[in-house]
C-alpha cells in the first residue's frame, strides 16, 4: 500500500522560506514520477511542481524561479523548496504519485498525502 506523509508546512511572513517534504512508501519510488499541487480554500486544486523518474522537473508559471522541486530516491523522499513565498501562496500542499499521461493534471496523480498547511502573512 502506497502511502505518502507531507511535512514542513507552518506560518511564514512574505518574503520567506518554507521546504515541504514528501515521504513515501510502499512503491519503487525512484521509478516514479512525482508532483505537488496546492488548495487554497473556495479554490480548485492546482499543479505546482513535478518531477519525473529521471529528474526532469516542470512548474507552474506562478511559482517559476521561486519554488524549486527535487527528490532524493535514497530517502524516498520529494521535496518543495519554497522562496519568495507570497499571501497568494497560502493553500494545503499535497504529494502525490504520477499515473497518468498529463503533468499538470490533477487527475493523473494518485496515492495522495494528507497535505500540510502553508500559510503566508502579509
Known amino acids: 500500500q502506497v502511502q505518502l506523509v507531507e511535512s514542513g508546512g507552518g506560518l511564514v511572513q512574505a518574503g520567506g522560506s518554507l521546504r515541504l517534504s514528501c515521504a513515501a512508501s510502499g512503491l519503487t519510488f525512484s521509478g516514479y514520477g512525482m508532483g505537488w499541487f496546492r488548495q487554497a480554500p473556495g479554490k480548485e486544486r492546482e499543479f505546482v511542481a513535478a518531477?519525473?523518474?529521471?529528474?526532469?522537473?516542470y512548474y507552474a508559471d506562478s511559482v517559476k524561479g521561486r519554488f524549486t522541486i527535487s527528490r532524493d530516491n535514497a530517502k524516498n523522499t520529494v521535496y518543495l523548496q519554497m522562496n519568495s513565498l507570497k499571501p497568494g501562496d497560502t493553500a494545503v500542499y499535497s504529494c502525490?504519485?504520477?499515473?497518468?499521461?498529463?503533468?499538470?493534471?490533477?487527475?493523473?496523480?494518485?496515492?495522495w498525502g494528507q497535505g500540510t498547511q502553508v500559510t503566508v502573512s502579509s
Open positions: 502525490a504519485v504520477k499515473q497518468g499521461t498529463y503533468i499538470e493534471r490533477w487527475a493523473d496523480y494518485g496515492s
Open positions: 518531477i519525473s523518474w529521471n529528474v526532469i522537473t
